[in-house]
Nanobody
């Protein structure tokens, strides 16, 4: 059974940092690319980042424009965990963050969540003074 479990969400002050983790099980780590999405109250879910673990792009990452330069995603295939390091957090980063798995290339995953096969349940990140 495929499972994606997020952890690391918390309340943090503006300008602070946080690291989210996504532990996956039930599938081979190098067959799926792992993305982070987020959804703020009253807003549509948006793609945050994607780390490629398949094919020739393995090890590369894509980022949404709103987080580029502040967030870094990485993958530890030895224990099937993907991380999202969030720096310079802003109140507008407040959202539920979801981990997602897709067999599609990251450029596709970032463009549409319809390529996502599996979702985690999410972890809350709140950025507040």
């Amino acid at each position: 059974q495929v499972q994606l479990v997020e952890s690391g969400g918390a309340v943090v002050q503006p300008g602070g940092s946080l690291r989210l983790s996504c532990a996956s099980s039930g599938f081979a780590s190098d067959d799926w690319n792992i993305a982070w999405f987020r959804q703020a109250p009253g807003k549509a879910r948006e793609a945050v980042s994607c780390v490629a673990r398949t094919g020739g792009a393995a090890g590369t990452a894509e980022y949404g424009n709103s987080v580029k330069g502040r967030f870094i995603t990485s993958s530890d295939t030895s224990d099937n965990t993907v991380f999202l390091q969030m720096n310079g957090l802003k109140p507008e980063d407040t959202a539920v963050y979801y981990c997602a798995a897709s067999p599609s290339q990251c450029i596709v995953v970032m463009a549409t969540e319809r390529s996502v096969f599996y979702w985690g349940r999410g972890t809350q990140v709140t950025v507040s003074p």
